[in-house]
């Protein structure tokens, strides 16, 4: 199989395709022409250059953008961002497809390169969203410590006031620390490295157990109080002495207050709202993390993710599930990758989430989000939904052909043509979480590229 794939690779890459504007079935040679297409256009889309503070070697475009004014974050502005979540999802995607067809050697230069970008963000083992820089601005109201000390911040987009460049300093997370250390794994199955990988006792460090603190987004939206599940943050939150829900309501509401607990204090890290939180969608990329490299049973944190997130989806209330990912089908892809990575006791919600898929793709193959994220989101719920289709029926799902089918060709319609290479417009993937999940949000041509082209390997995988 490989070899007939790599003669017709070999094919393609020596001749300019039109790639058949109007698509005219779904087929695995149509297929294979999208996904060489979209290969190119991710292996020539990553930056070769570094502008210290603007961009990176080995890192993608991706954009950060507030998309109405917001009182503390200023007016509109679209701005280029370096962040750990983007490069090393694709990273992961690429290598994901490589690790799956070795033919496509290719890859492997883009792949170095993202790596070694990735490591910018690393703090032992633990990684942080965004890179160490100099702060934009002074964050004290008197002397600055000296020399300056370095702060976690968005590379372009521009922080006013000192609360909000403060705010920005965050913690290591369990998210990118997740994916920071699945790249890793990867890099040594690649490049026959040995490289170590953080294990399941250092999430176990934070989890959602006889705390004296809570969230307002858990406490309005989820309940489920000590579920033992994982905690976002990698970092001591506030312990009130005697806690309760008001105290959490009035923690939240004075934040700007320098006296407030919550209140960001400079060059130190935060969390948001000085209050942990638990979201499904990170619960399950750790999951997935620890499945791949075989540390579930030794994890403490396992049965309260696999509670939380067993008990939201029965809920169905997709909108307010997790708090950093505002397109609902994000869990969709989140939840059925952790099962497909092993986690049989989400058979649950995944046939939760199968039903829902069903239900909810409408006649021209698409999937919507909320009308309120990126006009319905259709290209980045679709991908997102076909991902899941393709993880529930390689588990043995009875999911109908002619569903993946659809997603596909829509998806298809939908893409850019360059030359010969592929692309299709990015997507709402993260937000800034709670108050701004639909207004300060991160979009990437390459994200939302390279996940269609992983489900298009996989279903052409699949049919053969």
């Not at 300056?148 to 990118?176: E, W, Y």
Request: overall charge positive; glycine content about 4%.
């Amino acid at each position: 199989m490989k070899a007939r794939f790599f003669l017709f690779y070999v094919f393609l890459t020596n001749i300019n395709p039109c790639f058949c504007q109007k698509n005219d079935g779904i087929t695995v040679e149509t297929s294979q022409k999208y996904f060489i297409g979209a290969i190119k256009y991710l292996v020539q889309s990553q930056s070769d250059t570094t502008i210290q503070g603007k961009q990176y070697q080995g890192e993608w475009e991706v954009f950060m953008e507030l998309t109405e004014p917001f009182f503390f974050l200023g007016l509109k502005q679209k701005k280029r961002d370096s962040n750990c979540f983007t490069i090393s999802a694709i990273h992961n995607f690429l290598a994901e497809m490589y690790i799956a067809d070795t033919t496509l050697q290719l890859l492997k230069p883009t792949i170095s390169k993202a790596f070694k970008e990735i490591q910018s963000f690393r703090n032992n083992q633990r990684f942080n969203f965004w890179k160490a820089l100099p702060p934009q601005r002074d964050l004290k109201l008197g002397k600055e410590p000296q020399p300056i000390q370095l702060v976690r911040r968005p590379t372009n987009f521009i922080l006013k006031s000192r609360f909000v460049g403060k705010t920005t300093n965050v913690a290591d997370d369990a998210d990118d620390t997740s994916l920071g250390n699945l790249a890793s794994l990867y890099h040594n199955k690649i490049f026959e490295d040995t490289l170590s990988l953080i294990s399941s006792k250092s999430y176990d460090e934070y989890i959602d157990l006889n705390r004296k603190n809570r969230n307002w987004f858990n406490i309005l939206f989820h309940g489920l109080p000590n579920s033992g599940a994982f905690l976002t943050w990698h970092w001591t939150e506030h312990q009130f002495k005697y806690w309760n829900k008001l105290r959490s309501a009035l923690n939240g509401a004075f934040v700007f207050v320098p006296i407030s607990p919550s209140y960001p204090k400079a060059y130190k890290p935060w969390i948001p709202f000085g209050a942990n939180e638990v979201d499904v969608v990170v619960n399950a990329n750790v999951l997935t993390y620890l499945a791949m490299t075989d540390q579930l049973d030794k994890s403490a944190g396992k049965k309260g993710a696999i509670f939380v997130i067993n008990e939201l989806l029965k809920r169905e209330r997709w909108e307010n599930t997790a708090i950093y990912y505002p397109n609902s089908f994000h869990i969709h892809y989140a939840v059925a990758r952790a099962y497909a990575a092993g986690l049989t006791e989400l058979k649950i919600s995944c046939e939760t989430i199968l039903a829902h898929l069903l239900h909810s793709q409408k006649s021209d193959g698409s999937f919507a989000s909320s009308l309120w994220l990126n006009h319905g989101d259709l290209i980045q719920s679709t991908a997102y939904a076909l991902h899941a289709l393709l993880d529930l029926q390689s588990k043995g799902m009875k999911v109908p052909k002619t569903c993946i089918e659809k997603a596909i060709a829509y998806l298809l319609s939908n893409a850019k043509f360059e030359d010969n290479k592929v692309s299709w417009s990015g997507g709402v993937y993260f937000s800034g979480g709670t108050f701004v999940r639909g207004i300060m949000v991160w979009k990437s041509d390459a994200y939302t590229t390279a996940m269609i082209a992983k489900c298009l390997q996989k279903w052409m995988f699949l049919t053969k």
